[in-house]
């Protein structure tokens, strides 16, 4: 049997996070001592580390749905969401391949070709006001028609938005995007974004490897848990 203090320190957490995953029902309900006070047992040990390494490899929250489900008897649906996040994994991999190839063969932009707001937003699948909190973010940056006042994309715009679309698929936050971009321009190149994509490649690496440990992981909880029932 151990305290709380005792597990968190096992895994480097505080004794409220301990209490905190346990009424989340990421750990399994704890016995009471005739005090009240919490004991945890091996299972319990064995919940926090699947836990601690679902997270780098599946997200927060889909780790804590994984594990709720695990703990409420529904196996089947914690390794659907898992199923998932695997699929999700070999979807970017192919974005990144796609955008690979695409750099590849990428040609000037032809800046006779222009798109408004809604054109656009359609053809990469999103909202016009996606794009439009792009634009604050710095990621697009379209002119105004002269006589109506609407927004322009010129084909410059819809190459930024295009890549911009297939990194955030990848991840990555608006900021780093937009930083991306700004280097693009300076550069007037692309090969600030090549480096991102090699970063992008030890992302997706790490990740694919996360999850080998995790369901390592998670395997090792679920015999305990079959051994104590």
């Given at each position: ?85 695997h699929d999700q994994l070999r979807k970017d991999r192919q ?80 900021s780093q995007i937009a930083d991306v971009l700004d280097q ?46």
């Amino acid at each position: 049997m151990s305290r709380p203090i005792d597990l968190a320190r096992q895994h480097r957490l505080s004794t409220q996070a301990v209490r905190n995953y346990e009424d989340a029902g990421i750990l399994p309900p704890a016995d009471r001592t005739p005090s009240g006070y919490r004991t945890y047992t091996d299972l319990h040990a064995k919940a926090l580390s699947a836990f601690l390494a679902l997270v780098p490899a599946h997200g927060h929250q889909t780790a804590t749905a994984i594990m709720q489900a695990v703990n409420e008897g529904a196996v089947d649906t914690a390794l659907a969401l898992i199923d998932d996040s695997h699929d999700q994994l070999r979807k970017d991999r192919q974005t990144l391949a796609s955008v690979e190839n695409a750099l590849a063969t990428m040609t000037p932009p032809d800046e006779s070709k222009v798109a408004s707001v809604g054109a656009l937003a359609h053809q990469l699948k999103l909202r016009p006001a996606t794009l439009r909190k792009w634009e604050k973010a710095g990621i697009v940056r379209p002119k105004r028609d002269r006589k109506t006042g609407y927004r322009v994309y010129t084909a410059t715009d819809v190459r930024d938005a295009q890549l911009a679309h297939q990194l955030r698929r990848g991840g990555y936050l608006l900021s780093q995007i937009a930083d991306v971009l700004d280097q693009v321009r300076t550069a007037g190149g692309i090969e600030p974004l090549r480096a991102t994509l090699a970063d992008w490649h030890g992302h997706l690496t790490r990740r694919g490897r996360a999850m080998l440990a995790a369901a390592a992981q998670l395997d090792d909880y679920l015999k305990q848990a079959a051994r104590e029932t």
